[in-house]
């Protein structure tokens, strides 16, 4: 049962061949049981996942129907859950419990999608390895001494290990598109203001956007069409009506115009996943794309801005855990200075007090003209060059990654050789683009991804290509040994 897609858990369910309780108990099993290997989920949430399960099975006896309606899941642990431990994976919220459901959990849970637990992150959904937790590493199921991606790595490497069908994560730079890469999943980042931020704890506030990660493109419509949607709550959600993701998989890519961008092909990426990648353009050709070398000349500048504008929005994000209101407060201050300083001090691990420290600086009076203001200026070029470039084309395709997953540990030590393997997935989220990672081979026994980007709104025009792709490849269907 845990092989089973979402699609085809729902017909599974309409068709009365297993409950969603049944279905929820032997995954929960399955966790249990193969988990402690991984470390993908920082909570479980088995009492409630049973009452959801029980309750979606009694709506189906009602005659109630829906993509979700018994579907389980689980939730990246920065989106807040009424009542349940919402970590963030920091010590600054170990001790946090939200008041109140993000509306992607709200939405979720009324669609009927059964909750099993809260995934592993990056502390503060900052980092490319999920190497940052509080609550320790996550492993990548298809070699356990490899880093899943981040930072959404919790939920891509439970849903690669077939602990789950489905999982939501957030990307601000790449979080969901890398990990699905790295584990061989299908992952989407949606427009920026498709999905509501709202009830999510905030990174970067203008580059964060929450989607799904599934192991099929039309498991990510399923998934997305339960997610998406305007949101009075967050001000930067867009009002614009919401297509059926799903009924839009089987259109024809009879002459979709593809662009190639000539700068992705540059000495940065591995020989073999630029052969992957290139096998992946033929076979979309077969399928009646038109392939087309364009250029996007300021991707060069993408990281060094990304790097300024993330950690001075998030500077500005973090300020409020101050170990006044909520989370972490440490032992005895002595006055409220010392009660800042050691909360903060000791609530957030490195790479979190790093980031503060690059964005404070970048923000601080006398650098805000050359680091911030510059980095936003690169920003606006980045957007001109994608829409020049979809002027020409319908789709940009590349890689999601320079490199296969790498070794736990290997990196730690130089963050900027982290920060590189953000080179293809950030410059979507400093425009607000769209963008999908799908399986496209494998190299040394570890996936690759072929990244999609389409314009803004254009969700289903990347579900669509990724969806028939898959129908005429087997990539996605391919299970890590042991799981
Ligand atoms: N790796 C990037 C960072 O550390 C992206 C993280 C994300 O998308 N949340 O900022």
Redesign the pocket.
């Known amino acids: 049962m845990h092989q089973l897609t979402l699609a085809e858990i729902a017909r599974g369910l309409a068709d009365k061949k297993f409950s969603s309780e049944e279905l929820t108990k032997v995954l929960l099993a399955r966790i249990a049981q193969l988990d402690p290997q991984l470390n993908s989920f920082i909570s479980l949430t088995e009492d409630l996942a049973l009452s959801q399960a029980k309750a979606a099975d009694a709506r189906r006896a009602n005659g109630e129907s829906g993509a979700l309606l018994g579907a389980p899941i689980a939730h990246k642990d920065l989106f807040c859950t009424q009542g349940i431990r919402t970590s963030c994976g920091s010590k600054m919220l170990d001790n946090f419990k939200a008041p109140y459901d993000a509306t992607v959990v709200a939405k979720l849970a009324a669609a009927g999608a059964v909750t099993l637990g809260k995934t592993n992150m ?1 502390e503060f ?4 390895a999920n190497e940052s937790s509080y609550y320790g590493a996550v492993k990548n199921p298809w070699n356990l001494d490899c880093v899943p991606g ?2 959404s790595g919790g939920s891509a490497a439970a849903v690669a290990a077939r602990l789950l069908p489905a999982a939501t994560g ?6 969901i598109r ?1 990990p699905a890469a790295l584990t061989n999943l299908t992952g989407l980042k949606p427009t920026y203001g498709r999905v509501s931020r709202w009830g999510m704890i905030a ?1 970067a506030s203008s580059l964060d956007q929450g989607g799904p990660l599934a192991r099929t493109a039309e498991d990510c419509a399923i998934l997305l069409q339960g997610m998406a949607g305007f949101d009075p709550n967050d001000s930067t959600s867009i009002d614009e009506p919401v297509p059926d993701y799903s009924a839009g998989l089987n259109g024809s890519l009879q002459g979709l115009r593809i662009g190639v961008p000539k700068e992705y092909f540059s000495a940065g990426l591995d020989p073999r996943i630029a052969e992957l990648i290139h096998n992946s353009v033929k076979a979309l050709e077969k399928l009646g794309a038109v392939i087309k070398e364009i250029s996007l000349p300021n991707m060069q500048h993408a990281i060094p801005a990304y790097y300024v504008i ?1 950690p001075a929005e998030a500077s500005s994000n973090l300020s409020r855990f101050d170990g006044v209101r909520f989370g972490y407060r440490c032992e005895n201050p002595v006055n409220l200075i010392d009660l800042y300083k050691r909360s903060r001090g000791e609530g957030f691990g490195p790479e979190v007090q790093r980031r503060i420290m690059v964005g404070a600086y970048a923000l601080s009076a006398g650098y805000y003209d050359a680091y911030y203001l510059k980095a936003q200026k690169i920003r606006r070029l980045i957007k001109n060059d994608f829409m020049a470039a979809f002027n020409e084309v319908d789709i940009i395709l590349g890689p999601t990654t320079p490199n296969p997953a790498w070794k736990l540990g290997a990196k730690n030590s130089d963050p900027v050789a982290a920060y590189l393997e ?1 080179v293809y997935t ?1 410059t979507a989220n400093l425009a607000g683009l769209p963008g999908l990672s799908m399986p496209a081979g494998f190299v040394d026994g570890l996936p690759v991804g072929v990244q999609l980007l389409a314009p803004y709104f254009q969700e289903g025009r990347l579900l669509n290509v990724a969806h028939q792709y898959q129908l005429h490849t087997d990539w996605h269907t391919r299970t890590p040994t042991g799981f």
Do not use: P, R, V
């Not at 959904?125 to 490319?128: H, K, Q, R, T, V």
């Not at 957030?170 to 979080?175: E, R």
């Open positions: 990056d959904a900052m980092g490319s981040g930072s957030t990307d601000t730079g790449g979080s890398q990174y993330a953000d950030i």
